[in-house]
């Protein structure tokens, strides 16, 4: 199977990286050259482009996955994108965007807490809303929504 074969499988699965495809392509010993030939006509025919996927991750992560700025954009590191590509779409959520998120992440969270006590619910407000990535800010902010309810 050539490079561009495999490239395609990999991407039939879910969509990667620039980074991400490189690296499987290397891991599976194909030449360095061959890697490099098969990216370039990945991107010619428009089947890898780390902008339109960026756009997209950052979407479905605050939107479906509620993830908050600070988690979306270490998935992002990980995933391969660049610095710059993962300042520019995350610079564009904007902070009551994310507060709406988290709030509505909480209020689906909180009906299940209700036989709890105060502290424990604030405590595991507190924990769900960080483990998301959501800035402190925010968090503390929504604490206090929750305390004046």
Not at 12 to 24: C, F, M, P, S
Not at 35 to 44: I, N, S
Not at 79 to 107: H, P
Not at 118 to 131: D, F, I, P, Q, S
Request: glycine fraction near 4%; proline fraction near 1%; hydrophobic fraction near 35%.
């Amino acid at each position: 199977m050539s490079a561009f074969d495999y490239a395609v499988k990999l991407l039939g699965y879910r969509a990667r990286t620039e980074k991400e495809l490189r690296e499987r392509l290397r891991d599976k010993s194909y030449e360095p050259e061959a890697v490099e030939k098969a990216l370039q006509r990945l991107a010619a025919v428009g089947l890898i482009d780390d902008d339109k996927f960026a756009e997209s991750f950052v979407h479905s992560r605050l939107s479906i996955m509620r993830r908050g700025k600070y988690r979306i954009c270490l998935e992002m590191k990980r995933r391969g994108f660049s610095r710059e590509l993962t300042e520019k779409w995350t610079s564009q959520i904007s902070a009551d965007d994310e507060i709406e998120v988290a709030r509505e992440l909480l209020e689906s969270r909180i009906r299940s807490w209700s036989n709890l006590d105060e502290l424990t619910r604030k405590r595991r407000a507190l924990g769900l809303l960080g483990r998301r990535g959501f800035a402190p800010n925010i968090i503390y902010r929504l604490l206090k929504e929750i305390q004046t309810s």
